[in-house]
């Protein structure tokens, strides 16, 4: 084990992140690139414990406002949670990493129930932890339920992989002259609504004191670099 930065990390993705070019659903190739960046630093010996989102197959707060009920909508939102996650597992099982997924919402022919001790257990053992079905409860996110497995799971940080490299001032793929940030306070990505995760997973991560790392997930050796802590990013603290 050399150099790791962060012994234990909770990796937050988003399922946008596996649509790859068609911008929708689960792209084989997408998935693959990115599991060979986990697998990569698994490698290196640090307890990955993942969350990954919906948005590529299902948004509760669309559906809601084309005049779905929110709380169905969102119990969608969470099941496409689920298929992402075995997607991933299969994946990264395929290149030979021991992975587990565990769902908020039970589902016993597909995945664990998410018990806090067992994943923990897991981590222990050296398994990726893939939590699906975010919370368990609508009107949440993936975000948030990344911050709150983070802390349960005891988590050092909460990575998150974007399509950039970090927090800007603006939209760095709209705006030529967007700033990245290098570190930013909890209440600075608050005030200035700097769109990274929601308020609610930015105020829990707060409220615990828990950093939040900003990277681009789409630069092959990134997720490395970031576990051994060395990389520009933006680091929220
Ligand atoms: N969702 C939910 N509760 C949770 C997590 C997710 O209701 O704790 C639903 C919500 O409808 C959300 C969808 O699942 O729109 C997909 O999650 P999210 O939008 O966070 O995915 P991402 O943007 O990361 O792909």
Redesign the pocket.
């Known amino acids: 084990m050399e150099n790791l930065r962060f012994k234990r990390v909770l990796l937050?993705l988003?399922?946008?992140a596996l649509a790859g070019p068609k911008g929708f659903g689960i792209d084989p190739d997408t998935v693959i690139a990115f599991c060979k960046e986990i697998v990569e630093a698994a490698s290196l010996g640090v307890e990955l414990a993942m969350v990954i989102?919906?948005?590529?197959i299902?948004?509760?707060?669309s559906a809601s406002a084309s005049g779905m009920d929110r709380a169905s909508?969102?119990?969608?939102?969470?099941l496409?949670?689920v298929m992402n996650a075995v997607a991933v597992q299969d994946a990264l099982e395929k290149m030979g990493l021991s992975t587990r997924v565990l769902s908020?919402i039970t589902m016993q022919e597909v995945c664990e129930p998410y018990i806090r001790r067992r994943a923990i257990r897991h981590l222990e053992k050296g398994r990726v932890v893939i939590c699906a079905?975010?919370?368990?409860?609508?009107?949440?996110?993936?975000?948030?339920?990344a911050a709150l497995r983070a802390m349960e799971l005891k988590s050092q940080v909460i990575i998150k992989g974007t399509k950039v490299n970090g927090i800007y001032d603006k939209d760095p793929k709209k705006y030529d002259d967007a700033v990245m940030f290098n570190k930013l306070t909890y209440m600075e990505v608050l005030e200035k609504q700097l769109r990274v995760m929601d308020t609610t997973a930015v105020s829990l991560a707060m409220d615990n004191n828990m950093p939040i790392v900003v990277f681009n997930m789409f630069v092959p050796g990134n997720l490395k670099l970031v576990v051994t802590g060395d990389r520009a990013r933006t680091i929220v603290e």
């Open positions: 937050k988003s399922g946008e989102g919906g948005g590529n299902f948004r509760g707060m909508a969102d119990y969608m939102g969470m496409a949670t908020a079905a975010g919370t368990g409860n609508p009107y949440f996110t993936t975000d948030t339920a």
